[in-house]
């Protein structure tokens, strides 16, 4: 298994994210998208060129997006989660090691989003 690591923006977002989740769909829910975040992340920790990944170059690197919705084949249908919204941004770090910088939603100007992503983490 391999590892991962979270930026101090990516932590921040995904405490909003799961907030959002629990207001809107209980516990239960948050708890659901809680675990499709981790595995969406530990995939692509495990194989950085997985199939779903696309690289896109900001500020002179190179920047992996990957859609939670490529991660939902592993989980019970009753536990799954029907319609993920988000994109986990990241990058290959020292060591081999996929740095999180953060999450964008579907919706989010990608290009935008990307950039300033990239600014709080430089």
């Known amino acids: 298994m391999a590892a991962f690591?979270?930026?101090?923006?990516?932590?921040?977002?995904?405490?909003?994210?799961?907030k959002w989740s629990a207001a809107h769909f209980h516990e239960a829910g948050r708890r659901r998208y809680a675990a499709l975040l981790v595995q969406a992340m530990q995939d692509v920790?495990?194989?950085?060129e997985r199939p779903g990944i696309t690289w896109v170059r900001i500020r002179q690197a190179m920047i992996g997006l990957y859609h939670l919705r490529h991660s939902r084949g592993g989980f019970?249908?009753?536990?799954?989660?029907?319609?993920?919204?988000?994109?986990?941004v990241f990058r290959i770090g020292a060591e081999g090691i996929v740095d999180v910088l953060g999450f964008i939603h579907e919706r989010m100007l990608r290009d935008r989003a990307l950039r300033r992503l990239a600014r709080q983490t430089d």
């Open 45 to 48: 920790a495990d194989d950085p």
């Open 5 to 18: 690591r979270l930026s101090a923006p990516a932590e921040a977002a995904l405490d909003d994210i799961l």
């Open 76 to 88: 019970d249908p009753v536990a799954r989660v029907n319609q993920p919204r988000h994109l986990v």
